[in-house]
């Protein structure tokens, strides 16, 4: 028969576990209304992350503050008891989006494009180089001076990493978070451009040369952030047109460059070799040849086959945009925590 006492200590331990759910359970609740799921938020919490922590006023404070930095939500919405929760997204975005698309919805993906600019910049090596930006044109002509037969995923990369501008790949979002293609935007005066496509060889090329024209043509100048939903190569947005040429005149060295081929359209094979003959006297990728082909002339099926034959089992442009990304960090002065909610953002077990 159990001694009384211990009746006493069981019913105090299911007080506190009752008292400490709820603590967590209404924390949970309140970041749902602006788009976190209880499942996604538990995704980023530390490993040595328990709920009972917060069970105390400076454990709720605590995990407020974590989830805060992680989620850029105002901490103080959260341990408030009353307080509404409030994501933190700049008042300058300037979305580039479909007319089907409401602001709102893209504003999970900014707010975890924050998130993600502040964990890499606290530990980013590379600093600003004064006197950059080049035009395409004179970009377009520093880099193939170096040797290389055209400019490739992992070139202008790295000139933007080594210019002091970190690229960062987010790829862990709320399933039902509409997100972006691109984002280029200054944090504390450092330019900061975040892309999400998930396609593994050539279309990040584009993308990149495409927010890199945002920041040269100063899009981004005095906090405003640069939102494209899509990148359309044939958007009627100014901005968007200036970034398209600036993208198409890096890559190719026309600003309006669309790859047509002579006679009929091409089959995989065909467009395999014509696009390595064209890359090497062109000088262009021949992965963006055959997808500005593939968009030309709305031939997806086959620019797709043709991109898997060159890529031929390479690594995927996430994988050393992850990579490069990590070697540009000192990680010596990250919290393992910090590295670690990158490392998921950027979902770099999957990269």
């Given at each position: 028969?159990?001694?009384?006492?211990?009746?006493?200590?069981?019913?105090?331990?299911?007080?506190?576990?009752?008292?400490?759910?709820?603590?967590?359970?209404?924390?949970?609740?309140?970041?749902?209304?602006?788009?976190?799921?209880?499942?996604?938020?538990?995704?980023?919490?530390?490993?040595?992350?328990?709920?009972?922590?917060?069970?105390?006023?400076?454990?709720?404070?605590?995990?407020?503050?974590?989830?805060?930095?992680?989620?850029?939500?105002?901490?103080?919405?959260?341990?408030m008891k009353d307080a509404n929760p409030v994501l933190v997204v700049p008042d300058g975005c300037k979305f580039k989006q479909r007319v089907d698309t409401k602001t709102h919805e893209l504003a999970i993906a900014c707010a975890l494009a924050r998130a993600a600019a502040r964990?890499?910049?606290?530990?980013?090596?590379?600093?600003?180089?004064?006197?950059?930006?080049?035009?395409?044109?004179?970009?377009?002509?520093?880099?193939?001076?170096?040797?290389?037969?055209?400019?490739?995923f992992q070139d202008l990369l790295s000139y933007c990493l080594e210019s002091g501008i970190p690229v960062i790949f987010l790829k862990h979002l709320p399933s039902k978070a509409k997100k972006m293609a691109g984002v280029s935007f200054?944090?504390?005066?450092?330019?900061?451009?975040?892309?999400?496509?998930?396609?593994?060889?050539?279309?990040?090329?584009?993308?990149?040369?495409?927010?890199?024209?945002?920041?040269?043509?100063?899009?981004?100048?005095?906090?405003?952030?640069?939102?494209?939903?899509?990148?359309?190569?044939?958007?009627?947005?100014?901005?968007?047109?200036?970034?398209?040429?600036?993208?198409?005149?890096?890559?190719?060295?026309?600003?309006?460059?669309?790859?047509?081929?002579?006679?009929?359209?091409?089959?995989?094979?065909?467009?395999?070799?014509?696009?390595?003959?064209?890359?090497?006297?062109?000088?262009?990728?021949?992965?963006?040849?055959?997808?500005?082909?593939?968009?030309?002339?709305?031939?997806?099926?086959?620019?797709?086959?043709?991109?898997?034959?060159?890529?031929?089992?390479?690594?995927?442009?996430?994988?050393?945009?992850?990579?490069?990304?990590?070697?540009?960090?000192?990680?010596?002065?990250?919290?393992?925590?910090?590295?670690?909610?990158?490392?998921?953002?950027?979902?770099?077990?999957?990269?």
């Open positions: 028969m159990q001694p009384k006492h211990w009746h006493t200590v069981i019913n105090a331990t299911r007080c506190i576990m009752t008292v400490t759910n709820e603590t967590m359970r209404h924390l949970y609740k309140k970041i749902k209304t602006v788009g976190y799921p209880e499942r996604y938020v538990n995704t980023l919490l530390p490993d040595w992350w328990d709920d009972a922590i917060a069970e105390t006023p400076s454990g709720l404070q605590q995990a407020s503050l974590i989830l805060g930095r992680l989620l850029s939500v105002q901490p103080e919405t959260l341990w964990l890499v910049l606290s530990a980013f090596k590379p600093g600003l180089k004064p006197g950059f930006f080049p035009d395409a044109g004179e970009l377009r002509q520093s880099l193939l001076s170096s040797g290389s037969p055209w400019i490739g200054e944090h504390d005066g450092r330019p900061v451009i975040v892309l999400t496509q998930v396609k593994p060889h050539g279309y990040l090329l584009f993308d990149l040369a495409h927010e890199l024209g945002h920041i040269t043509l100063e899009h981004t100048k005095n906090g405003a952030w640069v939102v494209d939903e899509t990148i359309d190569s044939d958007s009627d947005d100014e901005e968007e047109r200036g970034a398209n040429r600036f993208a198409l005149e890096l890559l190719t060295g026309i600003p309006d460059c669309k790859i047509v081929p002579v006679g009929r359209h091409l089959f995989q094979q065909q467009l395999v070799n014509a696009s390595m003959r064209l890359g090497k006297s062109r000088k262009i990728d021949p992965l963006h040849i055959v997808l500005n082909y593939g968009h030309t002339f709305q031939q997806w099926a086959v620019a797709s086959q043709a991109v898997k034959a060159i890529a031929d089992n390479q690594p995927t442009d996430q994988h050393i945009l992850v990579r490069s990304l990590l070697a540009a960090l000192d990680l010596e002065a990250m919290a393992e925590d910090d590295i670690a909610a990158l490392k998921r953002l950027m979902g770099e077990d999957g990269a």
